[in-house]
């Protein structure tokens, strides 16, 4: 099994920064990509950014140019550096891990969430 554990959302002020941290144990042989998810209150959960097992990375449009998605194998710690926050960024970031045979997932596990809040 594989579980991951998010940290470093907060309050900050609207053009400020913040990194999130996922610790991930377990299993971690079988992950393929990793990524980041966020839900504002009553809108549905949207994919932020992903990073694959060689390191390519997908952003959210409205994120592309202020976060960046990266991760130490080492320590086995996924990071979402957040620049230039923006109100409409509040919401719980969700830290996911995706398995793959193929094109088929066969495994995906969320973290509990932190809550990231910008004020304007």
């Known amino acids: 099994q594989v579980q991951l554990v998010e940290s470093g959302g907060g309050l900050v002020q609207a053009g400020g920064s913040l990194r999130l941290s996922c610790a991930a144990s377990?299993?971690?042989?079988?992950?393929?990509?990793m990524g980041w998810y966020r839900q504002a209150p009553g809108k549905q959960r949207e994919l932020v950014a992903a990073i694959t097992n060689g390191a390519g990375t997908n952003y959210a449009d409205s994120v592309k140019g202020r976060f960046t998605i990266s991760r130490d194998n080492a320590k086995n710690i996924l990071y979402l550096q957040m620049n230039s926050l923006k109100p409409e960024d509040t919401a719980v970031y969700y830290c996911?891990?995706?398995?793959?045979?193929?094109?088929?997932?066969?495994?995906?596990?969320w973290g509990q969430g932190t809550l990231v809040t910008v004020s304007s």
């Open positions: 996911n891990a995706q398995a793959y045979r193929g094109s088929l997932m066969y495994l995906e596990v």
């Open positions: 377990g299993r971690l042989f079988s992950i393929n990509v």
